[in-house]
């Protein structure tokens, strides 16, 4: 903090010349600050919005990973391979064969629905069903292959491949048009022809989880401000007992969430925004414009109620809470920005986004609160006298705060008057059960037997980490709740949960000019059946190209005069694939891999990586190569990256954190138990949610958010967390160890400093856990796992935090390591 202390021992110390100059400038200038907010509002109001219509599901490989390699050769010879988004309607009759009067009536309505929409969307060929195919003389073995064969033929599948500007591109104007029409034209044509006959139709893909998401999140942010945000309010309100003051964080509040949206709107417009990244951002707005507002506007009230005016009130607020919240919001707002450290853009994006928020929010309570507190003073003077959402207890200035003020307010009285300050701050709060409660803690035995106890209980969850497991699946993302994912759970059962995610495994001679060779077909079948057909699991794979139909390896001579007779009735499926499978010049060729299981668990990535060895060694062996892409490559390469960098971001983020509270409160001590208290929060959070979202062991509450139905985490959720926490458990240990460290400089013992800190913030360190907490837990009744799970980490963090390692354990530890706390700083030697 500015200042320091003046003179002799007990001396108090005071606001120094630099916080006196900006209280001085944000007097002359607070009209000016007040106008500059005003704007930015309206131009938040005006372009905010538009962010939650830009975010993107696209995801970019890692540079030069073998996703990243496989992608760029796909494209370089199936230009179009990467711009065709399906989506799978899937017709089903529960009561016997599909293959009824009313699936066909049905069927070909939408063809010509779908083939009819302007503009055309759907490329040759983009349409494909049971009867369409059929329809086709010597097609019907194709045709065949949309039936499901497992389940008595009661579901069939129809495949509509949109055309999209790029992979990462999906959402536009048009293919969003496409999407609502394609949605109202099932709808309909399931009332007209399958409804009656007992059948029914739904519809998933890749574009329909991408606008449910989309829809996903202006739900989600209309959950936050519909419910948590009042409530949180009400929390506030009643803590600082004053309806005037809370006029301010909601100011606050929706400056900064609307600027903060409007300063990453341009961004969404030339980089890939995450889908999930307005919902975070709202969340951390809502919850640190709360925090931080309780920080200040605590203390200009405690500052009024010992007779201060207005102008000094918000000089010393802005003194002490406001270099406590300088603090935390920049450690904060780096953490996220230390998220941007990873190549991938589902977590720079969400990083970039907070961490503007959180600044955003940071510079809004250290100009426009204080602005506005000095323009209005005589009506903010009157909230220390406020009665609202209050017993009135606490509202009247006591003998003891008289005798602490007296003290405080002459400074020929400090030195000698020091032993009555003591005793007049001890009397003032001795009535507290944060006094109390830290009076029994502060005992020695009572100490040490608390921080054994926690540290006992954390290295079990921190072990529980070693079973962690993650996945990539969009049904992390994707709402539980739409229609789409429900869609693909159906469709997962009798087609395999790969349908929508097929691996691509691109065929290249080396030294021949065409891949219709007998050669290229000699080395795709030893790839294929010597190779792949090893990896377990076994017989989970189907395999489809121009030289496998059915399962089913067609030897080259077979499909050579097939070729040559397309005309033929009998040869048509061999050109048909010849069109879909081969490029247009003949130079390669891919075969589509479809999982029986879900690509994106476990057992998905050991298929991905055991595939990935055995076609590099029938690569190496041949003279034709071959590379696998699409599928779940990405998101597995992406993930790797991250969890590669992951231990170095720790690293970062700890060496940070120790410099930045080392140099803020000149001392090794402190950032050392810092990282210490944090850590145990980090090890009971990462457990307890592994106990949680693995072993279900909250199923039994039967609330969705905390169902443990997915069996694994989403690996989004760990990395994001940390930041995250990590600035929250510093947020609220600087907001204590600031208040101790102010009566540590005015001469109060290291006992007494910690046990009236303790006081004087205990209570404000558990409400702003509670309010933090219901600002976070909006995000568990949403219906995105990825979001519930983030919810889980950041409501029982905080929780944890704030009523065990903040307000027990630190001042445990404090009162242990005693003056060894402020090594190598000295602190004014103490008066009893």
């Known amino acids: 903090m500015n200042g320091g202390v003046d003179g002799g021992v007990g001396r108090i110390a005071t606001p120094g010349p630099r916080i006196r100059g900006y209280v001085a400038w944000l007097k002359r200038y607070k009209m000016a600050v007040m106008a500059a907010w005003l704007v930015l509002l309206i131009l938040g109001i005006l372009f905010g919005p538009k962010l939650l219509t830009s975010t993107s599901l696209n995801i970019n490989p890692p540079s030069g990973s073998q996703a990243d390699i496989a992608q760029k050769a796909l494209k370089k010879e199936f230009p179009r391979l990467g711009q065709l988004s399906p989506i799978i309607c899937l017709v089903k009759n529960p009561n016997g064969s599909v293959i009824t009067d009313a699936t066909r009536d049905f069927t070909f309505d939408l063809y010509h629905a779908v083939t009819n929409f302007t503009p055309s969307l759907l490329p040759k060929n983009g349409f494909t069903s049971y009867y369409t195919l059929a329809a086709t003389k010597g097609l019907g073995p194709i045709a065949n292959s949309t039936v499901c064969r497992n389940c008595n033929r009661t579901e069939t599948v129809i495949s509509m491949q949109v055309e999209v500007p790029s992979a990462g591109n999906l959402l536009t104007s048009s293919t969003r048009k496409f999407v609502s029409f394609v949605r109202t034209t099932v709808k309909n044509l399931t009332a007209t022809h399958l409804t009656p006959k007992g059948l029914d139709a739904k519809l998933t893909g890749t574009l329909l989880f991408a606008v449910d998401i989309e829809k996903g999140t202006e739900r989600d942010l209309l959950l936050m401000d519909g419910i948590a945000f009042p409530v949180a309010l009400v929390t506030l309100a009643y803590v600082l007992k004053s309806a005037r003051l809370l006029i301010l964080p909601v100011l606050c509040m929706i400056a900064s969430i609307v600027t903060a949206f409007m300063f990453m709107y341009p961004v969404a417009l030339k980089y890939d925004v995450i889908s999930f990244t307005p919902s975070i951002m709202m969340s951390g707005t809502i919850a640190m414009s709360i925090d931080y507002s309780l920080f200040l506007l605590s203390r200009f009230r405690e500052e009024l109620q010992l007779g201060m005016d207005v102008d000094e009130a918000v000089l010393y607020m802005l003194w002490t809470a406001g270099h406590t919240i300088s603090v935390s919001g920049t450690t904060l707002a780096v953490c996220f920005f230390g998220l941007m450290f990873f190549p991938v853009s589902i977590l720079r994006t969400p990083g970039l986004g907070t961490g503007l928020a959180i600044l955003t929010v940071l510079i809004c309570n250290l100009t426009l609160t204080p602005s506005i507190l000095l323009t209005f003073n005589n009506f903010f003077k009157r909230s220390a006298r406020s009665k609202c959402c209050s017993s009135g207890e606490d509202d009247v200035i006591t003998d003891s705060e008289e005798s602490a003020l007296l003290v405080k307010g002459n400074p020929s009285l400090q030195h000698a008057g020091h032993e009555d300050r003591v005793a007049a701050e001890h009397r003032a709060v001795h009535k507290s059960i944060w006094y109390k409660f830290g009076k029994f803690l ?233 990282i210490l208290t944090i850590a145990m929060t980090l090890a009971f959070v990462y457990g307890c949610s592994i106990w949680v979202y693995q072993f279900g062991v909250l199923d039994g509450i039967g609330l969705p958010g905390l169902s443990g139905q997915l069996k694994a985490l989403s690996w989004i959720t760990p990395v994001m967390a940390f930041s995250i926490l990590v600035g929250l458990g510093l947020d609220y240990d600087v907001f204590l160890l600031s208040r101790v460290v102010e009566y540590r400089k005015d001469g109060f013992s290291d006992y007494d400093s910690v046990l009236l800190g303790l006081a004087r913030t205990g209570g404000i360190i558990t409400a702003a856990g509670i309010i933090m907490a219901i600002a976070f837990v909006g995000l568990l009744f949403t219906a995105e796992a990825v979001l519930n799970q983030l919810s889980f980490y950041l409501v029982f963090a905080v929780l944890i935090d704030t009523f065990i390692i903040r307000s027990a354990v630190v001042p445990a530890l404090m009162r242990l390591i005693g003056r060894f706390n402020w090594w190598p700083s000295r602190m004014p030697t103490p008066v009893a």
């Open 442 to 674: 502060m005992r020695p035995a009572v100490s040490i037997l608390l921080v054994v106890v926690v540290v006992g209980l954390a290295i079990p969850c921190a072990m529980r980490v070693r079973s962690f497991d993650r996945s990539s699946s969009i049904i992390n993302i994707a709402p539980r709740t739409a229609s789409a994912t429900k869609a693909f759970k159906d469709l997962s059962v009798n087609f395999g949960p790969g349908t929508l995610a097929p691996y691509d495994i691109l065929v290249r001679p080396r030294n021949a000019s065409s891949v219709l060779t007998p050669d290229t077909f000699a080395a795709a079948k030893t790839a294929i059946e010597d190779h792949l057909m090893k990896v377990k699991p076994v017989d989970k794979v189907q395999y489809e190209s121009i030289m496998y139909f059915d399962g089913n390896f067609l030897p080259f001579a077979f499909v050579d005069i097939a070729l040559k007779n397309c005309s033929k009735p009998v040869n048509r499926p061999i050109c048909l694939a010849r069109d879909t499978f081969v490029n247009s010049n003949a130079t390669a060729l891919y075969i589509e891999a479809t999982l029986d299981f879900d690509p994106y668990s476990t057992e998905g990535v050991n298929w991905l990586q055991n595939a990935r060895k055995a076609l590099a060694n029938v690569s190496a062996e041949t003279d034709t190569e071959f590379i696998i892409a699409n599928g779940a490559t990405i998101s597995n390469d992406v993930e790797r990256k991250v969890y590669d960098l992951f231990p170095t971001a720790v690293g970062v983020t700890t060496a940070f954190v120790f410099l930045l509270i080392g140099i803020a409160f000149r001392s090794i001590a402190i950032p050392l138990r810092a």
